[in-house]
């Protein structure tokens, strides 16, 4: 808990997937985009985990379920992203930029 | 395999979030045909994220409780009447539970200090064919059972009597024991020095050796260890100190001092002699009805090898737990019962009060709902402050229960053992602890609840209105308050009554002005002879003194406790069937001193000498039973226990009590001390002013004469005949004290009710006001609301009273445990101080600034 709001590794990589998959942001949904994304397997309660500490952030917050969802308690939570959390991946993304400018080592477009 | 890792799953997840995340990994692995493997290593990746979700919500929680109690603790010094009246009020009511749950706790819930099974303890008594079922035992037919019986592991008699140390400093009278070689083993305690008495030192005479009690070592002896093997002088007679017990042995009672082999000869005597007590533990696998069973039947045998003696004589069996505790256990129940009673009005009230404040409260919990404070949130922290409010009340109370505890066993003398180790110990303290947290969830959960399902729009319009169904819940508290102390109060009121009754029994003696001592004159030093003449000499010496009306020697004293069954069978001249009395020993001056009235004839006096004709008194009891309606003056009697002696009736004295106040006199026949020794006899002297410049006086009379006697239990009559009934006031004063507090509690809360609904229609009422309403009939209506709840309150108190008193029947007497009075006076009591409670918080009507309510909205 970054009291500057920049991001952890894992935080961003799942805020930036709940923008990806919004409207239909749901965690296993989510766990499947950053699989697909990244090629590497990422466990459901990691995810979970994850969205939990970004919703006590309020970097995201529940949203309606998209129409035709059904309401059952075991039902899907649905996220979408907050301008808090806009701000802090816009953040996060600015930090990289200026410790990544100027340096050699850099290769072109790999900035995520 | 995937079932196990779901069950894993399912299992490490908090609840909130459980059944989303199965389901959704249950969906994706449908969708993705089934990869046990890839399901298993989802499980196995989620665990550790699981128990950090849970420590964040255990994080959270704690957060919001620290935030709840923040903000308790700010509102709570905010108002402090609030706290003040609910903490106090908590207080007393927890506060007086503890105190009567560590009375409870230390004489009913622990086993008796003996050895670890001492629930295969027993206490035996000799059935008396006279219906007295718990009688002394003959020292032969105790040999016999114990010798005959198969049941018991051991059996174990001991005796009562009293000694006259005169070692380590001036001779001091003691109460002893004397007691078989088993005791201490039956019992399951050893000696803390040297050792019990061996069978070998009970053989005929018995050997002069003595086993002491810790106290008596301690204080007499200076605790030196070395007391083993040195001889101390018991009654004129050396023996040696075999042994130390521990305090905690006090067997049979706590007074015991000293203990000494009970001999075997004494199987020699007549069995018409019972004066044994015995206590005995089971043989494993044995019950207590299989144990009675054999002994009956040995007893049966008995009767028909000595029917002279044994006829009708059978066996009770108790455990020994209850026979130690049986006679206060009715009693500390009903104490308990009323405590709760009292702490359940008493959360009543705090409720009440909560109430109130909730309505008060109302604006700023809708706006804590606004803000998005949720349903349970709310609760919890409204429940929060209802616990802060028990934690301090229940503090408060451990204060007032340490001191309370203290009082008691300073003052209790009730009879049952242990009760000066009554302290405020962990188990005490525990119990407070659940009562106050019980107290928190009946006070507060419902006021909490009721709080936290307010908030809405209206509440936000609204301002601080109490919605109707707020009332009508503190009508409902207040009602259910107003049974309980109506119950409570009558039971109370019944007890105060039988008390009553019982002190105004004529006891058959005058108590006031006189004292008391005992005196023991060794059998070994005092021939019968020299015993009348120590009597007439100290006697003589205490009539010279000023203002001394009257003084004699007798004995033992009635209400005294002492041979409280030891009776025997009395005959007269022209009929041979025997009356059983209490047969009792005088001085002449015995009974002026006692202020025993003398009906007919003589008291005895100087001239009845050893060698002059044997005579006898009768009390006018004993007269009616023996002689009818002849008069017994001159005729002669006979005593069981000294046959063949026929005694002239010389006089006719009246009853007295003997064994208590609730039993009818009991007839008794007196006998002079010079014809008959007694062991043991007692100073009376009627007058003399000061008892301690008397006793003083009575002291030195006594060392002139015999330097080597010791006076013990200097007292007064009053104290004795006050100690009859001690059990009674201690019971009465205490159901009193919380009968009194219940029904104030119940008063406040009346009066809370009544000032709410005014507050609450202060407008309506103020427009009726206005309007030209006549204020006196609206104060009577507000009142008549009160009355109304206090009739139905009342109504089901009585009716829960009458249901519940014959449980007090066994603490009465002389009045029904539904007696109408009672009812009657406790009803109007409530009814009357109800409508005054209603009445000053209803007259505010009168003075109520119609303009200024009628402004507010």
Request: hydrophobic share 50%; glycine share 8%; net charge positive.
């Amino acid at each position: 808990m970054s009291p500057r709001g920049y991001l952890g590794d894992l935080e961003e990589i799942v805020l930036l997937a709940v923008v990806r998959c919004e409207p239909e942001a749901y965690g296993m949904r989510i766990r499947q985009e950053i699989e697909d994304q990244s090629g590497r397997s990422v466990a459901i309660g990691a995810v979970y985990a994850v969205l939990e500490r970004l919703e006590d952030k309020h970097y995201i917050r529940r949203v309606e379920p998209p129409q035709g969802t059904n309401r059952d308690p075991r039902a899907r939570r649905f996220f979408g992203i907050t301008p808090a959390g806009k701000a802090a991946v816009e953040e996060t993304a600015a930090l990289r930029d200026r410790l990544w400018s100027g340096l050699r080592l850099r290769r072109g477009g790999k900035t995520s | 395999m995937r079932r196990l890792a779901r069950l894993i799953l399912r299992g490490v997840l908090p609840g909130d979030v459980r059944e989303t995340i199965v389901a959704d990994l249950d969906a994706e692995f449908d969708r993705r045909g089934g990869s046990t493997g890839w399901y298993v290593r989802q499980v196995a990746g989620s665990i550790a994220p699981a128990f950090v979700m849970r420590t964040r919500r255990l994080a959270r929680a704690a957060a919001d409780a620290a935030q709840d109690a923040r903000f308790g603790v700010r509102l709570l010094v905010r108002q402090k009447t609030f706290t003040i009246a609910s903490v106090l009020t908590l207080a007393l009511g927890i506060g007086a539970t503890t105190c009567i749950f560590s009375l409870v706790d230390r004489v009913l819930l622990r086993p008796l200090p003996y050895a670890e099974s001492s629930s295969r303890l027993l206490r035996i008594w000799s059935a008396n064919p006279r219906g007295i079922p718990r009688g002394a035992i003959a020292p032969a037919d105790f040999f016999d059972w114990r010798e005959q019986s198969r049941s018991f592991e051991s059996l174990a008699a001991y005796t009562d009597t009293d000694v006259t140390l005169t070692s380590a400093g001036e001779p001091v009278q003691l109460p002893a024991t004397q007691a078989t070689a088993n005791l201490a083993s039956t019992l399951g305690v050893s000696p803390m020095i040297g050792r019990w008495f061996t069978p070998a030192e009970t053989v005929g005479e018995g050997q002069l050796v003595v086993v002491l009690g810790e106290r008596l070592w301690r204080s007499r002896f200076g605790g030196v260890p070395t007391i083993e093997g040195r001889t101390i002088v018991i009654d004129g007679i050396p023996r040696g100190v075999v042994g130390v017990m521990p305090d905690a042995f006090a067997f049979p009672s706590r007074d015991a001092r000293l203990w000494l082999p009970l001999p075997d000869k004494w199987r020699s005597q007549t069995r018409a002699a019972r004066f044994l007590a015995a206590v005995g533990r089971l043989a494993p696998g044995v019950t207590l009805d299989a144990a009675a069973g054999d002994l009956r039947a040995i007893a049966r045998r008995l009767e028909s090898a000595f029917p002279d003696t044994n006829r009708g004589y059978g066996v009770t069996v108790a455990s020994l737990t209850d026979a130690v505790v049986g006679d206060v256990r009715r009693p500390l129940l009903v104490l308990l019962a009323a405590s709760l009673a009292m702490l359940l009005i008493a959360c009543a009230n705090v409720s009440g009060l909560m109430l109130a404040r909730g309505a008060a409260r109302t604006r700023e919990l809708a706006i804590r709902a606004a803000v998005g404070a949720s349903a349970s949130r709310l609760l919890r922290q409204q429940f929060v402050e209802a616990m802060l409010i028990a934690v301090l009340g229940g503090a408060a109370a451990v204060l007032a229960a340490a001191w309370g505890i203290g009082a008691l066993r300073a003052s209790l003398t009730v009879d049952a053992p242990f009760l000066d180790r009554l302290s405020m110990d962990g188990r005490v303290l525990a119990a407070a602890a659940t009562i106050t947290v019980i107290c928190a969830i009946v006070s507060g959960l419902f006021p909490a609840w009721r709080a936290s399902r307010q908030p809405g729009s209206e509440a936000l319009g609204g301002g601080s209105r109490t919605t109707s169904g707020q009332v009508r819940v503190r009508q409902a508290i207040v009602v259910t308050q107003i049974a309980v102390a109506t119950a409570l109060a009558c039971g109370a009121l019944l007890l105060a009554r039988s008390l009553e009754r019982l002190t105004s029994v004529p006891a058959g003696f005058a108590a006031d002005r006189t004292l008391l001592a005992d005196v023991s004159l060794p059998a070994r030093r005092y021939k019968p002879d020299t015993r009348a003449a120590f009597f007439d000499r100290a006697l003589d010496r205490l009539r010279t003194m000023p203002d001394v009306h009257a003084a004699g020697a007798g004995g033992p004293l009635p209400l005294s406790g002492q041979e409280g069954l030891l009776r025997f069978g009395v005959t007269q001249d022209r009929r041979t069937d025997p009356e059983r009395a209490y047969v009792r020993w005088a001085t002449p001056g015995y009974f002026a001193a006692m202020g025993i009235a003398q009906r007919a004839g003589r008291a005895f006096s100087a001239a009845d000498r050893a060698d002059s004709v044997p005579v006898a008194v009768i009390d006018e009891e004993l007269a009616r039973r023996l002689f009818g309606r002849e008069d017994p003056v001159g005729r002669r009697i006979q005593l069981s226990m000294n046959r063949g002696v026929w005694r002239e009736v010389v006089g006719v004295v009246g009853a007295v009590h003997q064994t208590s106040l609730d039993r009818p006199a009991e007839p008794h026949a007196y006998l002079p001390e010079t014809q008959l020794a007694s062991t043991a006899l007692t100073f009376v002297v009627r007058g003399g002013g000061d008892p301690a410049s008397v006793a003083s006086v009575l002291r030195r009379a006594v060392a002139d004469i015999d330097p080597e006697l010791a006076l013990s239990n200097v007292r007064t009559l009053a104290d004795l005949a006050a100690g009859s009934t001690r059990p009674q006031r201690q019971n009465t004063l205490l159901l009193g004290v919380f009968a009194t507090a219940a029904v104030l509690l119940t008063l406040i809360g009346v009066y809370g009710v009544i000032a709410q609904i005014v507050a609450q229609s202060a407008r309506e009422l103020g427009l009726r006001l206005a309007l030209g309403a006549n204020g006196r009939s609206i104060v009577a209506l507000t009142v008549r609301r009160a009355l109304v709840m206090a009739l139905i309150g009342v109504a089901a108190g009585s009716l829960v009273a009458v249901l519940a008193a014959p449980a007090l029947r066994s603490m009465l007497y002389g009045v029904g445990p539904r007696d109408p009075l009672t009812f009657a006076i406790v009803i109007a009591i409530l009814l009357a101080s109800a409508a005054v409670a209603a009445y000053v918080p209803a007259r505010r009507i009168l003075h109520l600034d119609v303009l200024a309510t009628l402004r507010v909205e």
